[in-house]
């Protein structure tokens, strides 16, 4: 084991179709962020400590995994004798996947330490799955997905093996991403969700295939280019999310912030509830800046994301660190 400090890092996510569906085996579409998580392991005594870009601010849910649980679940019997610096660039607990990507920038960073040659997709894959567990009740694994693949992912799962793969955008468009504080948790809302099926399951199911169709027409859509229609399948996620009470007041007056200067569409991200992430589609640069300045002056969290078919990196064998 080096004694020098090392570091991983991995990258935040944002759904653009498909979440909540996802947990039961629709398709789910979503981007790698150009914001990380980083993990910095050194020599110490097991002090764990996270730190926030400046302006991020969101109140700690007793429904969602502490940085330690994340910690503990990928150190542990290390951590005794290490100390821990994890790093967000991105809003934790807000539907950007800071529990798989903090997770992923942990092993990252421990097989470094480790010396461990990189790991293929479907290893690394495994692992964060099980160290995400501790976040969510019965995670689908489209985050950690997405945070390893990077760039624009299709992911449907199948337990260990899930279909994953990266998109192709054939003209690029920007995506206004950004947060109104945290959702509440995870496993709360998934959980909720699994409550109703229970109880109406034809009514839960149908809604299910809706959020499943806007992912399968809004992805095509995507690709090909045909940014009105990819608009019109985000309207509609939003719509039926909406139904299930994941899509807050103040997420959706971000939204008709984003629709009012000009988005071809726009939807709640993520696991939703008390707030957290939402994105919109623009097919102008300057129509999203507009959003992005109306958004932050009107005291959300928002920035750019290109989707374009070059972000990210084009190999499945993850490097370590
Ligand atoms: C969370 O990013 C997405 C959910 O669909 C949960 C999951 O798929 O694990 C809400």
Redesign the pocket.
């Known amino acids: 084991m080096s004694d020098e400090p090392v570091v991983g890092r991995a990258p935040g996510k944002i759904?653009l179709f498909g979440?909540?569906a996802?947990?039961y085996g629709e398709p789910a579409i979503g981007l790698a962020l150009s914001k990380n998580a980083s993990a910095t392991l050194k020599p110490g005594r097991g002090q764990v400590r996270l730190r926030l870009d400046e302006g991020i601010n969101v109140a700690v849910s007793e429904n969602a995994a502490t940085p330690k649980d994340l910690v503990a679940a990928v150190l542990k019997p290390d951590l005794a004798n290490l100390d821990v610096e994890l790093a967000l660039e991105f809003p934790p607990m807000s539907?950007f996947?800071s529990s798989a990507a903090i997770a992923v920038a942990l092993i990252r960073a421990q097989d470094q330490l480790n010396g461990v040659p990189p790991r293929t997709f479907a290893v690394a894959f495994e692992r964060a799955l099980g160290v995400e567990t501790v976040a969510?009740a019965k995670?689908?694994g489209?985050?950690p997905a997405i945070c390893l693949k990077g760039g624009l992912v299709r992911f449907v799962r199948a337990g260990l093996r899930p279909q994953v793969s990266r998109l192709k955008m054939k003209l690029p468009a920007h995506l206004v991403v950004a947060s109104a504080g945290g959702h509440g948790g995870?496993r709360q809302?998934?959980t909720r969700l699994a409550d109703m099926k229970a109880t109406t399951p034809k009514l839960v199911e149908q809604a299910m295939q809706t959020l499943g169709e806007t992912a399968r027409v809004g992805g095509q859509a995507l690709l090909s280019g045909d940014f009105p229609t990819a608009g019109l399948a985000m309207d509609l996620a939003n719509g039926v999310l909406s139904g299930f009470g994941l899509v807050a007041p103040a997420v959706e007056q971000g939204l008709a912030i984003c629709r009012g200067a000009g988005a071809l569409g726009a939807k709640m991200s993520?696991?939703g509830g008390d707030g957290g992430a939402f994105c919109a589609l623009f097919d102008g640069v300057r129509r999203a800046r507009r959003a992005v300045n109306l958004l932050n002056e009107a005291g959300y969290m928002a920035w750019m994301e290109p989707l374009a078919e070059s972000s990210g990196p084009t190999s499945d064998i993850e490097p370590s660190a």
């Open positions: 759904i979440e909540h996802v947990v539907g996947g969510h995670p689908s489209v985050d995870t809302s998934v993520g696991a």
